[in-house]
């Protein structure tokens, strides 16, 4: 009888997938961290994992472990090399977020762009008369550069357009005609990109822990410009966004994921500017997206123990071919 320890919270949808698939029992931990999972792995046949760190350490204590599905695309945090050598599938959901994550990253781009987090603090103070220093700009006919051109990517420029931006974007690993499908420039280096750019959104994972918008990508960017990261954590350098912001070169920032989270209470990202606008990793969090997570996520599990998992959402299938259950 398959045992699935579920590290987090997840939406009703799956857990009632799971309540009534015949022979599996399960765990739920509602704190969604390393300390509150890890003393009742020893004992899954399963974890079902939400953002928290997967680590060798926690993995050899899992004795009874066959497979992880990761509740969502990312798996930074996972440590694969010990999961490969125990031959231990790592899944993720399919596209069940895109759309939620661009009509965040639209969502933190128009707010930045209208001023709104900043104009709805003043007049909560009694600052009716901010409505007279015109600081708000308008979206049409400035140069969006999109960094990524995955499925969000391509959602951000679809959104874009329709609020009649210039859409440029970077990726090297996608075909020209899926640019051109979308009437969008591809630029074939971050430095033209960058210096064209009213704003820039990135839509990459993470790539050898160094950050792809560092001081001196921001520098390349025109004064004025947006920079919005719903990625991963620690791709935009936060100390040198926190100086472009204080030193007025860049317009503002909307920042979902970060490199701790949560932050310390005495980051400089909380106390920063308010043209910092910050969320808590929470941009594919939405009613629906959570509900496509969890089921997905459960799904392969239970498909999984039933021999009719999805090879694509397989992250690790090469490495751990053939032990793999399918």
Same mark, same amino acid.
């Given at each position: ?9 997840? *939406? ?16 739920? &931990? *509602? ?26 350490? #926690? ?17 930074? /945090? ?5 999961? @490969? $050598? ?17 009509? =965040? ?9 209208? *001023?709104? =987090? ?8 009694? @600052?009716? @008369? ?6 708000? &700009? ?7 550069? +999109? ?12 959104? /874009? ?23 969008? #420039?591809?630029?074939?280096?971050? $430095? ?50 926190? #100086? ?5 070169? &860049? ?9 701790? #989270?949560?932050?310390? +209470?005495?980051?400089? !990202? %909380? *106390?920063?500017?308010?043209? !910092?606008?910050?969320?808590? =990793?929470?941009?594919? %969090? ?12 459960? @799904? ?19 490495? &751990? ?6």
């Amino acid at each position: 009888m398959p045992h699935v320890l579920i590290a987090g919270k997840i *939406h009703d949808a799956g857990l009632d997938i799971l309540k009534n698939a015949p022979g599996f029992t399960y765990d739920l &931990i *509602h704190e969604v961290s390393v300390s509150s999972y890890a003393p009742f792995i020893h004992n899954a046949d399963a974890l079902l994992l939400r953002t928290q760190p997967l680590t060798r350490t #926690e993995i050899e204590k899992a004795g009874k472990l066959k497979i992880v599905s990761r509740h969502g695309v990312g798996y930074d /945090a996972v440590e694969l090399s010990p999961l @490969n $050598e125990k031959g231990i599938p790592l899944t993720v959901v399919g596209d069940v977020n895109s759309l939620s994550v661009a009509e =965040h990253t639209i969502s933190m781009l128009m707010t930045i762009a209208k *001023h709104l =987090h900043v104009y709805d603090g003043k007049i909560r103070s009694g @600052n009716w @008369n901010c409505r007279n220093n015109y600081d708000a &700009i308008e979206l049409a006919g400035r140069t969006l550069f +999109i960094i990524g051109f995955g499925r969000i990517g391509r959602e951000v420029a679809r959104m /874009a357009r329709c609020f009649n931006m210039k859409v440029v974007a970077y990726d090297p690993f996608v075909a020209a005609r899926v640019f051109d499908d979308l009437a969008v #420039e591809r630029v074939e280096a971050l $430095e033209k990109g960058l210096t064209s750019a009213d704003a820039v959104t990135v839509h990459l994972p993470l790539q050898d822990d160094k950050p792809l918008i560092g001081q001196a990508e921001i520098a390349m960017l025109k004064p004025g410009a947006i920079v919005i990261n719903t990625a991963r954590g620690g791709i935009v350098d936060e100390s040198a966004l926190i #100086e472009a912001l204080k030193n007025g070169h &860049i317009r503002g920032a909307g920042i979902d994921v970060l490199t701790q #989270e949560p932050p310390d +209470i005495n980051s400089p !990202l %909380l *106390h920063a500017s308010y043209h !910092l606008l910050l969320s808590p =990793h929470t941009a594919g %969090l939405t009613q629906e997206a959570a509900m496509r997570m969890s089921v997905s996520a459960v @799904n392969n599990i239970i498909n999984y123990f039933n021999g009719t998992l999805d090879e694509t959402l397989i992250v690790n299938k090469r490495e &751990i071919s053939p032990a793999i259950n399918i």
